[in-house]
Structures are given as structure tokens and as C-alpha cells.
């Protein structure tokens, strides 16, 4: 996106990137909706609490290059070693390309991969709605 967001700069056009941001020289102003920190720990925490502090979970994220999310997902695996999620183990980060059917079939690989798997954290709506999905699909 940054040289076709340099382009438009070029051209007077003022650019500004929202949530996952375009790098700094392609834009003007980068808006963030929330702390990426804060989302990325807000995630365990609420993880931690609804599987009862300890197990297996994943990650189904968007897309690789989701700059948001993958500052989620670094801000998650570093929280994750803090003493107080010891018991929380973290086994596989999966794309499904925000795309339904990818994210659905990225969901049921996971729960087939890991039987013991108690949580899927989805950064993504998309992602969300192909793991509830699949969760009820295999009746779990």
C-alpha cells in the first residue's frame, strides 16, 4: 500500500491510515482505535478467566499482513510468559485470509490438530464467526 499511498500524497491528497496502519511513509497520520497493548493483554486476560486459568489455546488471525494484529499477537505471546498465565500454553498462530471459508477450515484444522485445545482467540470478526462455527459443527 505505501507506494500507492505515495502516489496519492504526491498528487495532494492527504492520506491517513486507521487501525492497521500504513507504513509511516505512506501516510500523513496514522489513527489507532485502542491501545495495541491493551488489547493484545485484555485478550489473555479474558482467555484466562473463561478457561478457568489453564490449557491449551490458539490463534486464528486475519492475515499476515494485518500490522494490527500481528501487534496483538506479539503483545499476547509476551504477556503469556508473565508468571500468572504460567498454565496457559499457547500451540499454534493460523491465518485464515479474513476470508470465510479459509478461516473455517483454519478453525477445524486447529481443533483437529490439538484435541485438548480449550480456547480460540480470533482478533478477527471473521475469524470469530468460522470458529463458532466449527466449534459447533464438531459439536464441542
Not at 501516510?27 to 489507532?32: C, E, F, G, K, S
Amino acid at each position: 500500500m505505501t507506494p500507492i499511498c505515495k502516489r496519492a500524497m504526491s498528487r495532494g491528497i492527504s492520506v491517513l491510515s486507521f487501525d492497521s496502519g500504513v507504513a509511516q511513509a505512506g501516510r500523513v497520520l496514522q489513527i489507532n482505535p485502542s491501545n495495541p497493548a491493551l488489547i493484545g493483554e485484555k485478550q489473555i486476560e479474558m482467555v484466562h478467566k473463561t478457561i478457568g486459568g489453564k490449557g491449551e489455546i490458539a490463534i486464528l488471525s486475519a492475515t499476515t499482513q494485518a500490522t494490527n494484529q500481528n501487534t496483538w499477537i506479539q503483545v499476547m505471546q509476551a504477556v503469556l510468559q508473565k508468571p500468572e498465565y504460567k498454565e496457559l500454553q499457547l500451540v499454534d498462530v493460523v491465518y485464515g485470509d479474513d476470508q470465510s471459508d479459509k478461516s473455517y477450515r483454519e478453525a477445524i484444522g486447529l481443533l483437529s490438530k490439538h484435541p485438548n485445545l480449550k480456547a480460540i482467540i480470533s482478533p478477527t470478526t471473521v475469524g470469530i464467526t468460522a470458529s463458532a462455527k466449527a466449534v459447533t459443527d464438531q459439536k464441542l
